[in-house]
């Protein structure tokens, strides 16, 4: 199982990015798909997830600036980070979910200069 994660960059204060994750998985429709990211502290933190039926929930730090959604005919989940803040730096992660297990993928990078 992979899970890529694609889009980061450095982007100034109120720009925007669309992260991507591209997952190497069969039946993906049935995971729930989840946006993490980790500060350079270490801190990790979740940010958004959207079910397998679609229903999306976010973090109270980015809801209103972020929408996740999914894509299950290209097995790809996104994040669409609007209005971005210098304390929205991190690593991020996705991840697929169901109830028997988690993976986890390799994050990138976003920088959001001040």
């Known amino acids: 199982v992979q899970l890529q994660a694609s889009g980061g960059g450095l982007v100034q204060a109120g720009g925007s990015l669309r992260l991507s994750c591209a997952a190497s998985l069969m039946l993906f429709g049935i995971y729930h798909m989840g946006w993490y990211r980790q500060t350079l502290g270490g801190e990790r933190e979740w940010v958004a997830t959207i079910s397998n039926v679609h229903l999306p929930k976010y973090a109270d730090s980015v809801r209103g600036r972020f929408t996740v959604s999914r894509d299950n005919e290209k097995n790809t989940a996104y994040l669409q980070m609007n209005s971005l803040k210098p304390e929205d730096t991190a690593v991020y992660f996705c991840?697929?979910?169901?109830?028997?297990?988690?993976?986890w993928g390799q994050g990138t990078l976003v920088t959001v200069s001040s």
């Open positions: 991840t697929a979910r169901t109830p028997q297990k988690t993976y």
